[in-house]
Structures are given as C-alpha cells and as structure tokens.
C-alpha cells in the first residue's frame, strides 16, 4: 500500500514539475514535439532512477559513517552529470536524431533541479504512511525516483501535445510564443493541483 500512496503522491498529488516547480527549464526547452518530450522524459527517467539508487547508497554507506553529508550535494552532482555523460553518448550513438532535437537540454539534465531534487529528498525528507514519519528505505527511495520521473513525463508530455495544439490554432498577436506557452502551464499546474485539492 505504501508504494501506492508514493506513486499516486508522486505523479498526480506532489508532481515535482506542476507542484514543486522543480525542472522548468527542460520543461519549457523539450517540449515543442511530443517525440523529443518523450526522449526527454525517457532520458530524465533513467538518470533520475539510477541517481536515486547510486546517491541513497553513497549517503548512507559512504557520507553518514564518515559524518560527511555535508558533500551530499556536491557528490550527488558529480554522479548525476556521470549518468547524463552516459546518456548522451549512448543517444548519439542510437538516436543522433533525438540528440539534435534535445540539444542543450540533454547536458543541462546534469543540474535539472528536478533530478538533484530527488536525489535529496530521498535522503533528508520523512515521509508519513499511518501515522508514522520515517526515511525512505532503498526500495521506496527507487519507487519514489521512478514515480517522480513518470510525473515529470507526463507533465512534459502533456505540456508538448498542448503546444502542438496552440501551434494550429489561432492565438492572439500579442500571446503567440512564449506568452501563451506560460499561460498554458500555468494552467496545467492549477489542475495538476486540483489533485491535492489547493484549488
């Protein structure tokens, strides 16, 4: 029950993109085409995972014993932008078509405040299930990891098939482009939040 309540909280309720605002940057970069949100999403899917499962084993068997946490942010990076070093060789060499679309946005992931975000969270946030608060084990930590990057995906993804829309429609003069782009996410956010009921 308690990995329900992580990925329902995580996608819908505490979405890290529409809730938290983490990860903006590529959200508003890697979404004109619903294909490159989707290499994005795929990508950010990855790295957020495999930074989760390496950053929870380096705080609590390297930096806790030693009394250094102090470096979590700086070694949770330098993991982080290793993995988005892997993933962009491993795009270029499969897809040098969705690593052109991605373009500066792909290496930028090595500091998307959305990936280190969760890196921490995992470490430093209780979460509640029954009335108790307690850390994320391993398990719930990569559940959390992979559920706050399907949040991310969805978002991004839904935030690219509205721009593909608004690019066939006819908007105003004075809000084509970015304005209308704002005005969408920020619509976007207001129903994303509905699910935790601040509306």
Same mark, same amino acid.
């Given at each position: ?89 491993i795009l270029k060499k499969i897809s040098p078509a969705l690593f052109r679309a =991605?373009?500066?946005? &792909?290496? !930028?992931?090595?500091?998307?405040? $959305?990936?280190? +975000? @969760?890196? %921490?969270?995992? *470490? #430093? ?36 098939? =509205?721009?593909?829309? &608004?690019? !066939?429609?006819?908007?105003?003069? $004075?809000?084509? +482009? @970015?304005? %209308?782009?704002? *005005? #969408?996410a920020g619509i976007l956010a207001l129903a994303f939040m509905g699910f935790a009921g601040i509306v």
């Amino acid at each position: 029950m308690e990995y329900i309540i992580i990925i329902i909280s995580a996608v819908f309720v505490n979405n890290i993109l529409l809730a938290q605002f983490l990860g903006v940057c590529p959200f508003f970069g890697a979404s004109n085409k619903v294909e490159t949100a989707l290499g994005m999403a795929g990508a950010v899917t990855f790295v957020m995972t495999m930074a989760t499962l390496i950053t929870w084993l380096l705080f609590y068997y390297v930096l806790a014993p030693l009394h250094i946490e102090f470096m979590q942010t700086v070694s949770f990076i330098l993991i982080i932008a290793s993995l988005v070093q892997m993933v962009e060789i491993i795009l270029k060499k499969i897809s040098p078509a969705l690593f052109r679309a =991605l373009g500066i946005f &792909l290496p !930028l992931m090595a500091t998307n405040c $959305a990936i280190v +975000g @969760v890196a %921490i969270l995992v *470490v #430093t946030k209780e979460f509640s299930f029954g009335g108790t608060a307690h850390l994320l084990n391993l398990p719930e930590s990569i559940v959390f990891a992979v559920a706050n990057a399907l949040g991310f995906g969805l978002a991004l993804i839904l935030f690219a098939g =509205l721009r593909e829309q &608004l690019e !066939l429609n006819e908007v105003p003069k $004075a809000f084509k +482009g @970015v304005p %209308i782009a704002l *005005v #969408t996410a920020g619509i976007l956010a207001l129903a994303f939040m509905g699910f935790a009921g601040i509306v």
